[in-house]
Each structure stands twice: as C-alpha cells, then as structure tokens.
C-alpha cells in the first residue's frame, strides 16, 4: 500500500495528540530507525531544550531568539458528520536570521503576508511553527538539526498532522553536486533539494517547482542520493517526518534561490526589514504555489475516515 492510499483515523489524529501532550512516545518515534543524517554534531546546542535552558550559553528568548506559531481552533460538534481539520503543517525551524528567507516563505506557504501575521493572503490556510535568529550576527550558533528538534509546540504540530512541510536554506556548494549534473555551481547554483519520508509529497513538490521554473530534484532519486544524503530528511526522527503518518517532506532551498525570491535593493534578503518589504513579486509567489499546489493535490488524496 502507497502513503497515497493509506488512510488516518480519526482515533489515530486523538491519540498522536494524546501522546505528544503527555510526552509518551510518537508513533512515528516508535518505528524503525533511519539513518541518522545530519546529526548537528557541530550545533552549539544540541536541541531546542539545550538552547532555552542552557546556562553555559544562555540566550534570551525576544532579543537571540523568536517563536511564532499557529494552530487553528477546529471542532466537530457533530454526531451526523465529520468536520474536516488542518491535514498539512508548514515549518520554519532554521528562520530569521539562521537561514534567510525561510520564515517569510514558511508564512505565505501557509496563506499569510510575511509581513503580517493576521492578514490571510488565500482562503485556505495551514497550521505554521517558526524558531527565528534575532541577532545582528552569529545566528548560526542558533542553529539546531532537525532531528534533534524537540520544542514541544514544534513536536505536538507535527504529530497531530498528517503532513509537514519544513523549509530550510542551505548553500549550493555543500550539496556536492557532480559536474555533470543539470544544475553545475559554476551555472546556476539556484537549486531546491525535495526530501522526507513522505514519497507521494516529495514528487508532487519536484513536479511542481520544475513546472513553475525552480529546478528541483528529489533527495532520493538514485542519480543524486549519494552525494545529498545530508540534506534528504530522511530519518523517521526529522521533525519534518513526526507526523501522524511518520512522513512529512523538506525543502533545502539554496542560497542564490533564496535571494531571487526576493527584491533586487542591497539589503533585500539580508535582512528581515528587507524581505518583508520586498517579497511581493511574481516569483516569490510563483514558488509558494508552486508549494500550495503541492500541498493541495496530497490533501485532496488523504481520507479521514
């Protein structure tokens, strides 16, 4: 049976919540291991709890770092039918400052102006987690792998969803694609890297940032595994795949992507004010489509029984 055929229940939605409220095991935590790519061994904090706890390194949350999420109220009041609920989740764990241009494109994904968080740019909007770099510098040292996300908001959106989309920013020359391939460094290092478990989500993705004119090639696909192994999200502990079905799919957009995303001003994408100011143009918008289209057919698959 494909992910694309599987069905949720709504007993399995009631008990992810359940579990991530009390801190018992998820069931995407209980499956088999998967390699553990991208471990963070370089992270200054090793997890969301290190980070807000620390007192070797401590930060302070409102001036190092921000978190802004949203979950939709939703109920089903109803004895004679199903009311629908959120399936899809959209992430930005790397925002801010960390990797630039994640966190605006984490907001207009899920149907909200970068620029304001109460403004709905699209009927249709999805539930959002965002940790951002606050700092003027060192933003990097913010920075904790995805596997190793453990904020409890983050975890509980995750697991009471069937989907998520996590956005992250990376830099083309530590993909190590060969020469040979359709997007060499010294052409147009302009690349987006579809990952996760989920393989239904990842080729609704590729297919539909390559039809929208953003190269994009999946993390799994044969010709490139080997050398994007790093950056496929591929273990069952990636936040990305904590979901009520155990997969959920990634972005690694690269850095000169990122940028022409936005405008073309000296400071357009360096810094928040910048991109907050400069994201309403056609190709910003064609990407986040490109992704709300993506979303959209795999939701339109999934049955709630």
């Known amino acids: 049976m494909t992910l694309s055929q599987r069905t949720a229940s709504r007993r399995t939605i009631l008990t992810a919540l359940a579990a991530a409220t009390a801190g018992a095991p998820l ?3 209980l499956a088999g291991a998967a390699p553990a790519y991208a471990t963070g061994e370089n992270d200054t904090y090793k997890t969301n709890t290190d980070l807000y706890t620390s007192t070797e390194h401590p930060v302070v949350e409102g001036t190092d770092y921000g978190r802004r999420y949203r979950l939709h109220p939703q ?5 004679s039918r199903t009311e629908p609920f959120k399936k899809t989740a959209v992430m930005a764990i790397h925002g801010g400052q960390i990797e630039r241009g994640t966190s605006e ?3 207009a994904i899920a149907g909200y102006d970068p620029a304001d968080v109460d403004t709905a740019l699209s009927p249709t909007t999805y539930d959002y987690w965002m940790f951002e770099g606050m700092r003027s510098e ?3 040292e913010l920075h904790v792998t995805a596997v190793n996300c453990d904020d409890h908001v983050a975890r509980g959106l995750a697991a009471t969803h ?3 989309l996590s956005l992250h920013g990376c830099k083309y020359s530590q993909l190590g694609m060969p020469e040979t391939a359709i997007w060499p460094s010294t052409a147009d290092p302009k690349l987006v890297v579809v990952g996760g478990l989920n393989d239904i989500f990842r080729e609704r993705l590729v297919t539909e940032l390559n039809q929208a004119g953003f190269p994009a090639v999946d993390a799994f696909d044969p010709d490139h595994a080997a050398h994007l192994k790093d950056f496929a999200g ?4 990636n936040i990305c795949n904590r979901t009520a079905l155990g997969a959920g799919a990634q972005l690694e957009i690269t850095e000169d992507l990122r940028r022409s995303l936005f405008g073309t001003g000296e400071h357009d994408f360096d810094w928040k004010s ?3 100011g400069s994201w ?3 190709r910003f918008t064609a990407f986040t489509d490109a992704c709300r289209r993506a979303i959209a057919t795999v939701e339109a698959g999934q049955t709630i029984l």
């Open 27 to 29: 069931v995407s935590q």
């Open 75 to 79: 109920q089903d009041r109803y004895l």
């Open 105 to 107: 494109l984490c907001l």
């Open 138 to 140: 060192n933003n990097s």
């Open 162 to 164: 069937l989907n998520v």
């Open 234 to 237: 591929g273990a069952a502990t």
């Open 274 to 276: 910048g991109r907050i």
């Open 280 to 282: 309403k143009n056609a």
